[in-house]
């Protein structure tokens, strides 16, 4: 009976402990507020448009605050459900190379490098994003994007050589803190 109560009271503890591991809607705002920045980048780099990535980022929040996550994934989730639902906006498709977002001609932007990266029609820029910028791997991207890894490793190589052809051989950290000082947030963001 000892043996069976301790087997008990150890299984109760594992999951109580599960539990307190997981990411409550309390850990989901307040990773959205401290990482509104990076999150709304995140948005706006994938669709070009800000309208859309207020859409992506709001819905992102409402995913997160009904998922059940492990609390070290709940950054890594939220991207991700970003990132979902930019694709569920945008619903960029390989045989087009159409950019469907217009705003991009009025956004602000001071660097030269994310204009080319706005400039990229939705499916390159989804795939550059994803697989350079947020470091997805082919098959995560190709399966989050529902075509082939060959799809994405030829968007990606175009987008390159387009970007390439935009602003010209530059070192990595330039670009980066290009990208991270270059955008404009909305009122209120």
Same mark, same amino acid.
């Given at each position: ?25 309390? %850990? ?34 409402? %995913? ?40 991009? %001609? ?15 029609? %939705? ?67």
């Amino acid at each position: 009976m000892t043996k069976e109560r301790s087997r008990l009271m150890r299984r109760n503890k594992l999951q109580s402990d599960c539990e307190s591991e997981r990411a409550a809607v309390a %850990d989901f705002c307040k990773i959205f507020q401290n990482e509104t920045r990076t999150l709304y980048a995140l948005a706006l780099l994938l669709t070009a448009d800000h309208k859309l990535a207020e859409e992506c980022f709001v819905s992102g929040l409402d %995913d997160c605050l009904s998922s059940t996550v492990f609390k070290q994934w709940a950054l890594s989730w939220s991207k991700r459900a970003v990132i979902r639902n930019a694709i569920r906006l945008l619903a960029p498709g390989i045989d087009s190379n159409a950019r469907t977002s217009r705003e991009f %001609d009025t956004i602000e932007v001071r660097s030269p490098f994310t204009k080319a990266v706005f400039a990229l029609g %939705d499916f390159q820029r989804c795939v550059f994003v994803m697989s350079v910028l947020e470091g997805y791997r082919d098959l995560e991207t190709s399966l989050l994007l529902n075509c082939s890894p060959k799809d994405v490793i030829d968007a990606r190589c175009q987008a390159l050589r387009e970007l390439a052809a935009a602003v010209g051989p530059r070192p990595v950290a330039s670009v980066l803190d290009d990208l991270s000082s270059s955008f404009t947030l909305p009122a209120g963001a």
